[in-house]
């Protein structure tokens, strides 16, 4: 990676898209977001993502190439996305190939939790380790795997989901078929719809915003008894599907992103304890569990990174 040009990171989360330029591990000039939703197709979508593109390059036309990162299954070699988990109809788009065409610039597409893994992993809270065990909890709930200091793509660059792993196979119905998958528990919107739950069963009524993540964070610094539940029951679920991922790959260190982590010890806490209790002692001896660095910066930083890469390695896996 050549950290000393410029890079553009698009990181297309499932309610806001968001770019910016990159420059040695920093975000120096953000475009204004889009709003995913707000578009009724892929072609209009992308339409406004290479607008921005365009509107970046004027202000800045050093810029050396463009990545990605999407928020669903994506063939990393090919440039193509399969479909998105959270965004409608996104099917086969290739969209790399669109982007080439229409900024000029050399790109990479890759999945959104993969470049924040990679940003993470390079210059953020897992710089230095070789063995890395990313989660990212938001809408969705995306993963990455890093082995022996290289990420674990899989056959079809589909490796990495620890949101579609399962915490209870007897549990909620998946999107792929697959049943008690992590993201359906503890996506935002199933944390929320579970929390108005147990305040129901508690014979408490809550609002929708009442239930939000930031909410039930206050509720259990002031002592909330439903709401304090909640967070360790959170923490077990979480535990148990990372606690699969450390069986099999061994980690020195998890990191955690996404909106979940502004809960702090709420959830850090009670999530190395239960995560510890349920590995051998040599898993545990020296596992870490930390936050991620870059918060809402890491898909723009870890995608810019993979764009520089592939400046230096040109055609790289490409089929």
């Known amino acids: 990676m050549s950290e000393n040009r410029l890079a553009i990171g698009i990181d297309f989360g499932a309610t806001t898209i968001k770019s910016g330029v990159v420059f040695q591990g920093h975000v120096i000039d953000r475009a204004p977001p889009l709003a995913t939703r707000e578009f009724d197709a892929p072609a209009s979508l992308i339409d406004a993502m290479v607008r921005t593109v365009a509107e970046l390059l004027e202000k800045h036309p050093g810029v050396a190439g463009l990545g990605v990162g999407m928020p669903g299954f994506v063939d990393f070699a090919k440039g193509l996305v399969h479909g998105l ?17 229409e900024t000029g610039l050399p790109s990479v597409i890759d999945n959104r939790a993969n470049c924040m893994a990679i940003a993470e992993w390079r210059l953020g809270a ?5 063995d890395v065990v990313f ?13 022996n200091g290289t990420m674990i793509r899989g056959s079809r660059f589909l490796a990495g989901e620890v949101g579609q792993t399962s915490i209870d196979w007897r549990g909620r119905p998946g999107e792929f078929g697959n049943c008690g998958a992590l993201e359906q528990y503890l996506g935002t919107e199933e944390l929320a ?17 009442e239930c939000s993540l930031g909410a039930m964070i206050t509720a259990a610094h002031h002592g909330d008894p439903v709401a304090t539940a909640r967070w360790q029951e959170i923490a077990a679920m979480l535990a148990s599907a990372l606690g699969n991922s450390c069986w099999l790959l061994n980690p020195e260190v998890v990191v955690i992103g996404g909106s979940i982590t502004r809960a702090g010890e709420l959830l850090f806490d009670p999530l190395r304890k239960s995560l510890f209790a349920g590995l051998s002692h040599p898993f545990t001896d020296h596992l870490m569990v930390v936050p991620a660095a870059f918060g809402h910066d890491a898909g723009k930083i870890g995608a810019a990174a993979l764009a520089l890469e592939e ?3 040109p055609g790289r896996g490409r089929h």
């Open 126 to 130: 897992a710089r230095g380790f070789r």
């Open 193 to 209: 719809a579970d929390a108005r739950e147990a305040y129901a069963a508690a014979g408490i009524q809550k609002s929708a915003a």
């Open 135 to 147: 989660i990212n909890l938001e809408t969705g709930v995306g993963g990455a795997l890093i082995a």
């Open 85 to 101: 988990t959270n965004v409608p109809n996104w099917q086969s788009i290739p969209l790399r190939k669109i982007l080439e065409e």
């Open 311 to 313: 400046e230096h390695n």
